[in-house]
């Protein structure tokens, strides 16, 4: 199976700025990733697809970028609203696989 | 505007048959592929299995000997039933739609159901 590797696990960060989210894969996959973001107690929501599509109703300050095995989910100008976990998740194989996740908190 | 509603037993003894359903509202089922994926403290997320147009279906190689996905059309619900289950299985259960976005861009799971938390215990 695939291996999703995400990092950081956690960050803290302010209104404002801007956060970068890595996502890397143990083979090479092309652009077949995709980022969720998911509240407490909620289900996750799809953000990007297919690492660059910006999925309908997103808000454009959220952006993906990569392709191969090093991927990045970049939220610029971070709302309240964001502070969330963020998981990729690929779809080359059948057998699909997400990352661990990254907790966005609020410093 | 699809929407998924799942039900299901929320708490199960060690080696009984976790059985959960999913229903889906608004939208096409027969067109699209479905899935089941949960999620623990200790696994993260993890995808369980989906069933396509022709009721064919895909398992997760860890789950697959306990894994069954089922679907009837006429009430576009899609069922999960996962045999022996043991205190590893506690987990928060999510249906989702497959959406497939083409050959150079792959497939998502979008949207997903509110999950039911299922909690197995003695």
């Known amino acids: 199976d695939i291996q999703m590797t995400q990092s950081p696990s956690s960050l803290s960060a302010s209104v404002g700025d801007r956060v970068t989210i890595s996502c890397r894969a143990s083979?090479?996959?092309?652009?077949?990733l995709n980022w969720y973001q998911q509240k407490s107690g909620k289900a996750p929501k799809l953000l990007i697809y297919?690492?660059?599509s910006l999925q309908s109703g997103v808000p454009s300050r959220f952006s993906g970028s990569g392709s191969g095995t090093d991927f990045t989910l970049t939220i610029s100008n971070l709302q309240p609203e964001d502070f969330a976990t963020y998981y990729c998740?690929?779809?080359?194989?059948?057998?699909?696989?997400f990352g661990g996740g990254t907790k966005v908190e609020i410093k | 505007q699809v929407q998924l509603q799942q039900w299901g037993a929320g708490l199960l003894k060690p080696s009984e048959t976790l059985s959960l359903t999913c229903a889906v509202y608004?939208?096409?089922?027969?067109?699209?592929?479905w899935s089941w994926i949960r999620q623990s403290p200790t696994k993260g997320l993890e995808w369980i299995g989906e069933?396509?147009?022709?009721?064919?279906?895909n398992y997760n190689p860890s789950l697959k000997s306990r894994v069954t996905i089922s679907s009837d059309t006429s009430k576009a619900q899609f069922s999960l039933r996962l045999t022996s289950v043991t205190a590893a299985d506690t987990a928060v259960y999510y249906c989702a739609r497959i959406t497939y976005f083409g050959e150079d861009k792959g497939n998502c799971f979008d949207p997903w159901g509110p999950g039911i938390l299922v909690t197995v215990s003695s």
């Open positions: 297919a690492a660059s």
């Open positions: 608004g939208g096409s089922f027969s067109d699209y592929y």
């Open positions: 069933i396509d147009q022709t009721g064919g279906t």
């Open positions: 083979q090479r996959i092309n652009t077949y």
């Open positions: 998740q690929q779809s080359y194989s059948m057998f699909l696989t």
